[in-house]
């Protein structure tokens, strides 16, 4: 069982940075996990934002953000972060932390075991 708490939300004008926070805890270390980064913009469906594979540290990026955004891990702290540099008002949306055992990475939604509770990020032009 993994549990996944999400932080660092707010709200921000175009052009501004924010660091988002993925809390992980549970059975983190006895196998290797995925943990990914989804957003859901108001009225749309939830969409692959960055992933970062836990043991070798490998990412994936969506091409919307790939550029401004940088995922990361913090081993010591069990945290996983997205920092969000040049947001723009279409960034806007509930971010979401999500979590699965593997070594691959994923992008869809439906590969996804734990969800955290979700942070809002809301980009004023």
């Known amino acids: 069982q993994v549990q996944l708490v999400e932080s660092g939300g707010g709200l921000v004008q175009a052009g501004a940075s924010l660091r988002l926070s993925c809390a992980v805890s549970g059975r983190t270390s006895a196998m290797s996990i995925i943990i990914g980064w989804f957003r859901q913009p108001p009225g749309k469906e939830r969409e692959f934002v960055a992933a970062?594979?836990?043991?070798?540290?490998?990412?994936a990026y969506t091409d919307s953000v790939r550029g401004r955004f940088a995922i990361s891990r913090d081993n010591a702290n069990n945290t996983v972060y997205l920092q969000m540099n040049s947001l723009k008002p279409e960034d806007t949306a509930v971010y979401y932390c999500a979590g699965d055992r593997g070594f691959a990475v994923r992008t869809t939604v439906s590969s996804y075991v734990y969800w955290g509770q979700g942070t809002q990020v809301t980009v004023s032009s």
């Open positions: 970062v594979i836990w043991s070798g540290g490998r990412t």
